[in-house]
């Protein structure tokens, strides 16, 4: 309905085929020649069928893509390609045979599958139940069951060639030949025969509107029969846009285009009215050849896309027609700088300043421009007057038109060949005017006063000058300077009081005044100034021209063309400092002619009474209709195109596997929209690296830098050139596979790496601290074996000399009390003798580096003094322990065997340890009389601390002591301590776990 308004409007304004846009491209633009066939599937893809084979556009690029196998010798020129209504591309070849591609990507071939071999399919149709027919030179055909049968005699029609097969809006089908005209009703099983007086010769064209065209050599005419019932109209649904191409093409607007022109290249014609006679059709076209830009007088079959767009395949390339927002007024020769005002009613009129007598004129402008006679001057400022006359000067004169007279009038003497800058009446009815190259002036009674003897004012020429509704004047200077003058007041405001648009050539008074200029837009709050932004900033300089339509919305012209932005947004940006605008853009690509004029005359944009706005730009003047402005409401279809990595291109698929070191990549994209692919706006993101959405702009690659292995997924989305965003888009999963350093399995075994280096390390250090405290020990056990050596080859000795000397004195004694006092003072020094000798033992014993040989060794001492029978066993390996805990555990056992031999009166002594791969267990038994339970109850006797000592040490060790006592069975002591913290950790304690488990294994 959107594109039906607009064509109305477009009608009304007579557009003709030069008031369209119109972009070629030829080979030197990527595109085949001899395009004989088009169609676009519904995924937006046009697709070409050339000579040279079967391609695709986007709207941008022009891709070869070859349906048939590598191997295959079969000509690759194209007679036919079809989109049907499920999305499938139906291609017919020139030499026979015919191939599908299936909207999955399916690709399926028929050479020629049930067609005559070697002919060529010349056209495809699609009934309303979905069913694919071909018509050839030879016949129609029907596909059944993958192959094509012929539809004669079966279906009700003559084996004979036929003119034409057009699908009507109710999915009914048209044969007209020369055995006459069929019908296919939706759903039936055979034609049947019509009589509704079509020529032989004639084709049949479905419009917009859902109605039946005949076209023969006598005329284009709607199909009306009287021997048909009469059925309601039902519009071309889109579906039935863009299935296949043809010599004609009926447009979306009402009117029918034209391939094979008498003249060269194509034409465009209005359809005749339903209820008009054919007679009454009058010869109305509308040309354009190569000498208006077509690629060539030579053209070959037209198309109009689901957008609305005509396409035109020629001999040379492709020529794309859209059409266009802003329509161009054509004068009848070309004019620039245009003076424009409307006046009391709301037409508008516009003189120009190209300084060219023989041109320069006054204008009526409307649909055409009319011009008014009565003026050669050129115009560079005008303005409407309280009493509805306009008033217009230029580089000689200055005048004032009311009912077609023009009427000369004074200017001051001092600027006779000045060009006039502004004019503009304050509220007391002063008028005001500013010049090129000098000041302003105001006219005082009949005296032109400089500056309106208000020396206030710049002394520059002010660019622009209006009044506001309080009958203020405001004049914008190129000194980056407004200047506001209320009666004899004037205020001077620059970049001190925020202002910084550069050169002021527009101001728009308001609530919020609007001031633009050069670098920028500003609006005005009664004290300041505060520059507004959009969310591209180069559109809003250059600004010769503001305007605020009945909607409120603003109208800008700057150096990017027409400007338009919501009213909501401009209320948005006059409360929000940093919000920045959305905006419409009317450019060259809708038909803008070029920039808005700058310097004179002023303002570029006004607008008239009908609501249409008039762009006053470089190259002629533009028109905009508001109420009619076309509107594109489809998202854009998107597709990923390729993945580049490398020099390899990989197609799109589910899920792409790429090879290790892949860490640079191009993902190429496209969005599937015709008419202005240029402004389509993408924004995509890298599942695994991206955090937020990038938005590259129009551009169509992504391009990724240093990734890592790993699994990502690549998603785009596009906006096409009216906003409208198709948010699904599309995706892409891959994976880079990663180097043996980038494998998990490597990490796992530089972590295990790292651990064991650790542990390693943490061995050394123990080792070197198992060592040093070896060392300590060796030292002391040297010192306790020098000592015990001293003590037994001096001490003892000398002890043991002593008493002989005594012994022998006592005996030349008498007997009597002295003798028996140095008898027993012997006695005591022969217990001490022993003790002394019992105590070298213990030392020499204790210095032994093996916890076995020890404990045996002080066994065998203690039990060759006398005393009762000693036992020793060990159980398992001896491993090598560590010194500390081999100490603490000969001093506990030194001190149970010492405490057996001394004090229980056993017969036999034994000791025992037991080496297992958790623990190591002492144990010291005897067969004596025992320990009395109040003893053990208090953990000693009174005074003593060897069974307290023994408990302390063992639990110094994190061990565990145990002393088990029966009456008349003797004593058990056993200490338990882990084989973690006994044995020693170091190489040797490894080489044993190694030769467990080897023979464990």
């Known amino acids: 309905m959107l594109g039906l308004s607009r064509g109305a409007s477009a009608a009304s304004e007579a557009t003709t085929l030069h008031d369209f846009h119109h972009t070629a491209w030829t080979q030197k633009d990527g595109a085949p020649a001899g395009i004989w066939a088009m169609a676009q599937t519904l995924d937006g893809w046009l697709w070409l069928g050339t000579a040279s084979g079967l391609y695709r556009f986007d709207g941008i690029s022009f891709e ?23 999305g499938d591309l139906w291609v017919s070849y020139s030499f026979g045979g015919t191939s599908t591609l299936r909207a999955s990507g399916q690709v399926e071939h028929m050479l020629p599958g049930g067609l005559p071999l070697g002919v060529p399919v010349d056209s495809f149709e699609e009934d309303g139940t979905g069913r694919i027919w071909a018509e050839t030179p ?28 057009t699908r009507d809006a109710e999915g009914g089908l048209w044969l007209v030949g020369e055995a006459g005209s069929f019908l296919l009703k939706k759903g039936a099983d055979h034609f049947e025969r019509v009589e509704p007086g079509i020529p032989s010769e004639a084709r049949l064209w479905l419009a917009a509107d859902g109605r039946l065209w005949v076209h023969s050599a006598a005329a284009l005419r709607p199909f009306v029969s009287e021997r048909l019932p009469e059925r309601p109209l039902v519009p071309r ?60 007088d030579s053209s070959m079959t037209l198309l109009e896309d689901r957008e609305g767009n005509i396409w035109v395949g020629t001999q040379l390339g492709l020529d794309r027609f859209r059409r266009n927002d802003v329509r161009t007024v054509r004068f009848p020769q070309s004019l620039i700088y245009f003076a424009m005002t409307p006046d009391a009613t709301g037409a508008l009129w516009s003189g120009s300043a190209t300084q060219d007598p023989s041109i320069d004129r006054w204008w009526r402008l409307d649909s055409q421009p009319t011009l008014v006679p009565g003026l050669e001057e050129d115009i560079t400022a005008t303005f409407l007057d309280r009493d509805g006359a306009i008033l217009l000067a230029g580089s000689t004169g200055f005048w004032r038109f009311i009912d077609g007279r023009f009427e000369p009038l004074a200017r001051p003497p001092e600027e006779a060949h000045q060009r006039v800058q502004a004019i503009v009446r304050d509220s007391a009815g002063r008028l005001w005017m500013s010049f090129r190259a000098s000041t302003v002036y105001r006219l005082d009674g009949d005296t032109w006063v400089r500056k309106g003897h208000l020396a ?50 527009a101001i728009l008074p308001g609530e919020a005044t609007l001031v633009g200029g050069a670098l920028g837009l500003a609006a005005f709050d009664g004290e300041r100034f505060r520059s507004l932004s959009t969310t591209r900033p180069d559109v809003l300089t250059g600004i010769t021209g503001l305007l605020r339509a009945k909607d409120g919305s603003l109208w800008l012209h700057g150096h990017a063309g027409g400007v338009h932005i919501p009213a909501e947004a401009l209320q948005r940006a006059l409360v929000e400092p940093d919000y920045r605008m959305p905006f419409e853009l009317f450019d060259m690509n809708d038909g803008m002619p070029g920039g808005a004029q700058q310097v004179r005359p002023m303002p570029s944009l006004v607008e008239s009474g009908d609501g249409r706005l008039w762009f006053a730009c470089t190259n002629g003047l533009g028109v905009i209709d508001p109420k009619n402005l076309h509107r594109n409401p489809r998202p854009p279809p998107v597709e990923i195109r390729s993945l580049i990595a490398g020099d390899s291109i990989h197609a799109p698929a589910t899920s792409l596997q790429l090879p290790p070191r892949t860490r640079d990549l191009r993902i190429t994209y496209s969005a599937l929209t015709l008419g202005m692919p240029e402004r389509v706006s993408f924004r995509y993101r890298l599942q695994g690296l991206d955090d937020t959405w990038q938005d590259p702009g129009s551009r169509r690659e992504a391009i ?21 965003w198709n948010l699904e888009g599309d995706s892409l999963s ?40 070896r060392m300590r020990l060796e030292e002391r056990h040297s010192e306790r074996e020098r000592i015990a050596r001293e003590l037994h080859d001096t001490l003892l000795q000398d002890i043991h000399a002593l008493m002989l000397h005594v012994h022998l004195a006592m005996s030349r004694m008498p007997e009597g009390a002295i003798r028996d006092d140095l008898q027993r003072t012997l006695d005591r020094a022969d217990g001490t003798l022993v003790e002394g000798r019992d105590r070298i033992v213990a030392l020499r014993a204790a210095s032994e580096s093996r916890l076995d040989l020890a404990l045996q060794t002080l066994g ?3 039990s060759g003094n006398g005393g009762p029978d000693f036992r020793f066993s060990v159980q398992g390996d001896v491993p090598e322990l560590d010194p500390l805990v081999a100490d603490e555990l000969y001093r506990i056992g030194r001190e149970a065997l010492c405490n057996a031999y001394a004090h229980a009166q056993a017969r036999q002594v034994e ?11 002492l144990h010291i038994r005897d067969d004596g009389r025992g320990i009395d339970a109040d003893t053990l109850g208090k953990g000693g006797r009174d005074g003593h601390w060897g069974l307290r000592g023994m408990r302390e040490r063992a639990e110094n060790l994190g061990g565990q002591l145990d002393i088990r006592c029966d009456p008349g069975q003797g004593t058990v002591i056993t200490v338990t301590v882990s084989a973690h913290r006994a044995w020693l950790r170091g190489a040797e304690g490894w080489r044993r776990l190694v030769r467990r488990l080897l023979r464990h294994g």
């Open 860 to 862: 065998t001492e203690l």
């Open 237 to 296: 649904a889109d579906s039935d846009r863009g299935w296949s191409s043809s010599t004609q093409a009926f447009d979306q607007e009402g009117s029918v285009w034209h391939a094979f022109c008498g003249t060269g290249g194509i034409c465009r014609e209005p359809l005749v009215a339903p209820e008009a006679p054919a007679s009454s059709r009058r010869e109305v076209r509308d040309g354009f050849a190569e000498k208006d830009g077509l690629t060539t």
């Open 911 to 921: 000791v025992g340890l037991v080496f297992e791969s958790t623990s190591l267990r």
């Open 734 to 773: 891959f994976e880079i596979a990663p180097t043996f350093a980038q494998s998990r399995g490597f990490i796992v075994l530089c972590a295990l790496a790292a651990l064991l280096t650790l542990w390693c390390l943490y061995v050394l250090r123990m080792w070197q601290v198992t060592r040093r405290l």
């Open 138 to 165: 030879q016949g129609l055909y029907f596909l059944e069951q993958g192959r094509w049968q012929p539809a004669a005699p079966r279906w009700g029609i003559p084996g004979s060639a036929s003119n034409t097969l």
């Open 456 to 505: 206030a004012l710049p002394d520059l020429p002010p660019a622009r000058a209006v009044n506001d509704a309080q009958g203020r004047l405001w004049f914008g200077y190129t000194s980056n300077q407004v200047a506001i003058v209320e009666g004899d007041r004037v205020r001077i405001y620059s970049e001190a009081e925020g202002l910084r648009t550069g050169t002021v050539t």
């Open 704 to 724: 990724y830098t240093n990734l890592g292995p790993g699994t990502y997924r690549f998603q785009v989305i596009a906006a096409n050139e009216d906003g409208v």
């Open 64 to 86: 070869h893509h070859d349906l048939l196998p590598p191997e295959s010798t079969a000509s690759r020129s194209i007679s036919a390609v079809f989109a049907s209504r499920s």
